[in-house]
């Protein structure tokens, strides 16, 4: 356990020591945490492999690939891929953003940035709002990929743009949280940290909601970007929040998931998860879906915490699970994907697609 608890700091580090003196860091060395889609009974997904995969979500059967296996590979994939109407978008490793029809697979365009692209997406109004490691945040067309704007913040941003009442709140490395107009992409405010964001904030109502490095959980004026609580945990917060019924739920580096109160930011309670937490929770029909860097998902009572199943994968769960008609749909490193019962854990099926021949 300790093993992969190192690993998962040691990319972080080395992947941040490289960007730091000015260098690219190789793909090699970056294991690609693949995330998963689902949405019309078909798993869409990615993976360090390079491709995109369609699966019947039913039995993890391949429907379609992109690029197909007689084409070179993009770069590793580590955003879950974005639905909208009938096109599928997925940033690359590469530095590109690709638009595919999700019916068949097929390319419809692609953008490039300076950068590679580790967050999914964000839709709104028929513009794509897009993070890359450049530094920057591109508004897009969604239909033809053509740019709007762009906004240039300091560092890298690795976590998806959140879009709410017509303005873009952007987490980047340089320890800020930008609110942006999503028209025209000037800078509203900006909130300082004492540490990097890399996981996406939330907005819900008048308040958004973001974890950083410097171990806080922070609840921000959505207008203003003024604090109106802040709660410290034990480590690095690299998860995005998830608000629900007046709740954050969000997990820590410390191994811990908390439940705080969305007013005040007093804890109602945390639960001690096996392993580093690295994303936000799932959440359905009052049950929390929580992995962690040591392959293990803990599905919880969301009013107390209290633990109903737990499954142990072979890898680390470094994403979101989605919870989809009754399935738990998880992807761990080396790009094997779970579907679970939800009410029990029970594996149902698994597939690493990019093995399949």
């Not at 171990?215 to 921000?220: D, F, R």
């Not at 970007?225 to 608000?243: C, D, E, M, S, Y």
């Not at 705080?260 to 007093?266: N, S």
Request: proline content about 3%; charged content about 15%.
């Amino acid at each position: 356990m300790k093993t992969l608890h190192a690993k998962v700091i040691l990319i972080f580090v080395l992947v941040t020591l490289v960007a730091a003196l000015g260098g690219c860091a190789p793909t090699a060395t970056v294991p690609a945490w693949s995330s998963v889609t689902v949405a019309g009974g078909i798993v869409y997904t990615g993976g360090q492999a390079g491709r995109v995969y369609a699966l019947d979500a039913t039995n993890g059967v391949e429907i379609w690939q992109y690029p197909p296996s007689s084409e070179k590979a993009v770069g590793p994939l580590y955003a879950a891929p974005v639905l909208l109407e009938d096109t599928l978008y997925i940033g690359s490793h590469d530095n590109n953003l690709y638009a595919l029809d999700a019916n068949t697979g097929s390319l419809r365009w692609k953008f490039s940035t300076n950068g590679y692209i580790l967050a999914e997406v964000s839709v709104s109004d028929g513009l794509l709002y897009l993070a890359s490691s450049d530094h920057k945040i591109y508004a897009l067309e969604a239909k033809s990929g053509l740019k709007k704007w762009e906004f240039a913040t300091r560092n890298w941003v690795w976590a998806r743009p959140v879009v709410a009442n017509d303005r873009v709140y952007v987490a980047s490395f340089d320890h800020r949280l930008y609110c942006l107009d999503a028209i025209t992409g000037q800078k509203l405010w900006d909130f300082q940290a004492g540490g990097a964001f890399a996981g996406s904030p939330v907005v819900a109502g008048d308040t958004v909601y973001c974890g950083a490095f410097d171990g806080k959980v922070y609840a921000l004026e959505a207008s203003s970007g003024t604090v109106r609580w802040q709660f410290q945990t034990g480590h690095w917060v690299w998860a995005g929040p998830l608000v629900m019924e007046k709740v954050v739920y969000v997990g820590s580096l410390d191994r811990r998931l908390y439940a705080l109160d969305a007013v005040t930011g007093a804890k109602f309670w945390d639960f001690a998860a096996d392993g580093l937490i690295r994303a936000t929770p799932a959440y359905a029909n009052g049950l929390l879906y929580v992995g962690t860097d040591s392959g293990v998902l803990h599905a919880l009572d969301a009013s107390t915490g209290q633990q109903k199943w737990v499954f142990k994968a072979d890898q680390a769960m470094l994403t979101s699970p989605v919870v989809y008609d009754g399935t738990v749909y998880v992807s761990v490193l080396g790009d094997m994907i779970y579907a679970l019962d939800a009410e029990t854990g029970v594996q149902r099926w698994s597939v690493t697609p990019s093995k399949r021949k």
